[in-house]
């Protein structure tokens, strides 16, 4: 049986403040998984629920079943991707977040709204003068309707608009290669710059001619790509990451540089990538993010690796995860590099090989 679904103060706050401008189709875009699913419980008709991660999407899906919401759940790498015009879109933001990916959304929430269709936002801050400013830019005008907790503002779409896509390309240098150019978007790890726990991984991977690689956690793609190039016109490289927007990414810069020997799998769970099949395997968690979520990936990675085969994990936590990875692998060599930990080991069937 649902439960009863409370109304907190920024599910009340929105409702309130947007009475009868909520006309479906409704979508809610991204968000804090409960504070998602108490909304969409709160609204009536056809609610879609947009996230780019799977593991969010699974997380958030757990939530709506909760609170008996019928609203769906749909995943792409962008909100303008979504097959729908929505008479109203719903941003319930965070209070902290990526500044990029907050644009971002306003500009896409833009190009997903029927004529006359209604954009609100909430934010926690009451201060953020972010919203108001970037919401009147995109729609020319923002209303501020009096809230309780935090801040809600509106806004009609009013006329077509180009689309613009907030995106950063970079350079890369590896080695005595040529530089490699990488597209990034806000939402997917690394948006803007080479991270250097990524850079670390790949000036300590070793990745020779003909080898299978796994990049799993793999962002824009930079750690596969880079490795793809070191594997050369023999090689493999297989891709794996929960968020549809860093797959689409990592597809589009492999293809831009020049690797033509590559498949992607979209999953929150390492899916996909078949077993005892690759000689190296690149896995690059996020640095603070859950444990389990790095345990997930050693466990995965070994599976995925042939009899001798080799792996990489970059991390900042490696007291809490080291024990795992012996516990896994048996023997393993910690490398430290620009500040992050590199664990190495080797599957059963040899000893680690020195790198070059």
């Not at 706050?13 to 419980?41: E, M, Q």
């Not at 593991?55 to 759940?73: E, I, K, P």
């Not at 009013?158 to 896509?165: A, K, L, T, W």
């Amino acid at each position: 049986m649902p439960r009863a679904v409370p109304i907190v103060s920024p599910v009340h706050d929105l409702l309130s403040a947007l009475g009868d401008r909520l006309l479906g189709p409704i979508a809610i875009v991204l968000g804090a998984s409960g504070h998602v699913a108490r909304l969409a419980a709160r609204l009536t008709g056809d609610v879609v629920c947009y996230q780019m991660d799977l593991h969010s999407a699974r997380q958030l899906q757990d939530d709506l079943n909760t609170f008996g919401s019928g609203a769906r759940v749909v995943t792409a790498p962008d909100l303008w991707d979504v097959p729908a015009d929505f008479r109203t879109v719903i941003y319930p933001a965070p209070e902290r977040g990526e500044r990029s990916l907050k644009l971002d959304v306003i500009e896409q929430a833009y190009h997903v709204l029927q004529p006359r269709g209604t954009f609100a936002v909430h934010t926690p801050r009451d201060a953020d003068q972010l919203f108001p400013d970037q919401v009147k830019k995109v729609f020319g005008r923002v209303h501020h309707p009096a809230a309780g907790e935090g801040r809600v503002l509106w806004a009609q779409r009013q006329e077509d608009g180009p689309r613009r896509r907030h995106e950063i390309s970079y350079h890369v240098r590896f080695g005595e290669g040529p530089s490699l150019v990488f597209a990034s978007r806000p939402g997917v790890f690394s948006f803007g710059y080479f991270d250097n726990g990524a850079r670390a991984l790949v000036e300590t991977m070793d990745v020779r001619p003909g080898d299978r690689v796994l990049d799993i956690g793999c962002g824009v793609g930079t750690n596969g790509i880079i490795a793809a190039r070191l594997a050369g016109p023999n090689g493999h490289v297989a891709f794996v990451d929960s968020n549809l927007r860093a797959i689409a990414l990592t597809e589009l810069n492999a293809r831009a540089n020049g690797v033509t020997n590559f498949e992607t799998f979209a999953s929150a769970t390492v899916e996909g990538p078949p077993a005892a099949s690759f000689d190296v395997v690149l896995a690059n968690p996020p640095y603070f993010a859950q444990q389990s979520i790095a345990r997930l990936f050693i466990e995965r990675g070994r599976q995925a690796l042939k009899p001798c085969g080799r792996f990489y994990l970059v991390t900042k936590q490696p007291d809490a995860i080291g024990p795992f990875m012996a516990e896994t692998f048996g023997a393993t060599e910690v490398v430290e590099r620009r500040g992050y930990v590199i664990l190495c080991a080797t599957a059963p069937g040899s000893t680690f090989h020195d790198r070059r």
